[in-house]
């Protein structure tokens, strides 16, 4: 009987299990290249099947644009949506933020140290009943405080997820290279998933410095693709959409 129920429940297991599409993007507050982007990125994360979608650069409420831009993505597409406020910014906020396909049983914002950087930083973290999405975006002129930053990071979601059940995800605009220190750092907690294909710039991109991870101790994934979209998307952002496919 126990060698039957053991059958049974890995067979009920391999039924569960699914395949999911993540999304890593700097939007460029949708107008870097376009009065409004929004459009066509809500059309690409429809095409490439995304369900959980972590953005870096998105304004909320202020004067340089009168929109809470997460929440019309989100509305948009009719999923779930979270922002997580980095700076005040011209009587609103800029941040980063989640749109997902799953309702979201949580929403946190985790504020990340300034340091000798440019402005404060922060992680925009969602939790659904399949796994935790998390975005964020270092900073951008000092690789010593993108180094904190990471630090902090990892602090976090050891602190809060270690042993998960579900699995962890975290995604964004890290700043850096591949060989960088900071990079380095994370991989001592997270597994790189989405490898080091050029994201930025979208005109002749050059340099790798998007990237999505999964938590080392937490439920374990399989990959199953990356990609970075190039086609038909040099003019939505300065930055090209990362997209990974995980099992689990």
């Not at 009168?66 to 509305?75: S, Y």
């Not at 979201?104 to 999405?133: D, H, N, W, Y």
């Amino acid at each position: 009987m126990g060698l039957a129920l053991s059958t049974l429940l890995a067979c009920e297991s391999k039924r569960t299990s699914k395949v999911v599409t993540l999304m890593s993007y700097n939007v460029g507050v949708f107008s870097k290249y376009q009065d409004n982007s929004m459009p066509g990125v809500a059309q690409l994360i429809r095409e490439t099947g995304a369900s959980y979608v972590g953005m870096s650069e998105l304004d909320s409420c202020n004067t340089r644009n009168n929109a809470f831009q997460v929440k019309d993505l989100g509305e948009m597409l009719e999923w779930d949506y979270a922002f997580a406020r980095a700076i005040a910014y011209r009587g609103g906020a800029y941040g980063d933020g989640v749109v997902c396909a799953q309702p979201a049983l949580k929403k946190m914002r985790v504020p990340l140290s300034q340091g000798e950087g440019a402005e404060a930083r922060a992680i925009c973290v969602v939790e659904t009943e399949e796994c935790v999405f998390a975005t964020t975006h270092l900073d951008h002129r000092s690789e010593s405080a993108a180094l904190a930053q990471m630090q902090e990071v990892n602090e976090w979601f050891t602190a809060h997820y270690a042993g998960s059940a579900k699995p962890v995800f975290l995604v964004g605009d890290f700043n850096v290279f591949p060989d960088s220190e900071v990079i380095a750092l994370a991989q001592e907690f997270w597994t790189l998933l989405s490898g080091t294909a050029l994201t930025f710039p979208s005109r002749n991109p050059n340099r790798c410095i998007d990237y999505v991870f999964a938590l080392k101790d937490a439920a374990p994934v399989e990959l199953v693709s990356t990609q970075v979209i190039t086609e038909g998307t040099a003019d939505l952002s300065d930055h090209l959409p990362l997209v990974v496919k995980v099992k689990f």
